[in-house]
């Protein structure tokens, strides 16, 4: 089994649309997603990339592999740069960089920092990772393996997020 920081970030925005993409249902377009939040990094920070490089990254446990692809990372700072098209700061996005940040440590990597960027807010937030954060990543891993072995699929959640989400159509056919 292999778990992404996609899973972390979907964890926290909604179980039902974790477990749909976990089944191959993907109505994300996430390559033009990754592609946007790299132009957006780039035509904002644009002197940062000749000291940063791409970094695909790798770690295993309990016999889960775990995958991160780090777009912007600056390995002589041991700083990652993670920059979100979002108008709205997300817990989601504050997880997916402690994953990366994990994921770093697993390779002997510590005392790795993060930086989250919202260009369109200009705000910038600092994340660290703490003893409690891999102890709710290990928690998160298991739920996650759970849900993706689970043949059921939760239930919608009538929450604001649904409007914007690209499963939206599927999860309300029947009151579209
Ligand atoms: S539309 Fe709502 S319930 Fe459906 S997957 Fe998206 S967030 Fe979850």
Not at 115 to 130: A, F, S
Not at 144 to 156: A, G, H, M, R
Request: proline share 2%; glycine share 2%.
């Amino acid at each position: 089994m292999s778990i992404t920081a996609t899973h972390i970030n979907y964890h926290h925005v909604c179980k039902r649309k974790l477990w749909l993409f976990c089944n191959g249902i993907n109505m994300e377009h996430t390559s033009d997603t990754v592609y946007d939040g790299k132009l957006l990094h780039e035509t904002s920070y644009p002197q940062r990339n000749e000291k940063h490089s791409e970094l695909n990254i790798q770690a295993n446990h309990q016999n889960i592999s775990l995958f991160g692809k780090i777009d912007f990372y600056d390995a002589r700072q041991k700083i990652i740069h993670e920059t979100k098209r979002s108008n709205k700061v997300e817990k989601a996005h504050e997880w997916q960089v402690k994953f990366y940040l994990w994921l770093l440590k697993l390779n002997g990597i510590d005392e790795a920092t993060a930086t989250l960027e919202y260009p369109l807010l200009r705000q910038t937030d600092c994340v660290t990772l703490t003893t409690e954060d891999i102890a709710q990543l290990q928690t998160m891993i298991e739920e996650i393996s759970q849900l993706k072995e689970s043949e059921q699929c939760p239930p919608v959640i009538n929450a604001k997020i649904c409007k914007s989400c690209s499963y939206y159509e599927l999860c309300y056919v029947e009151e579209v």
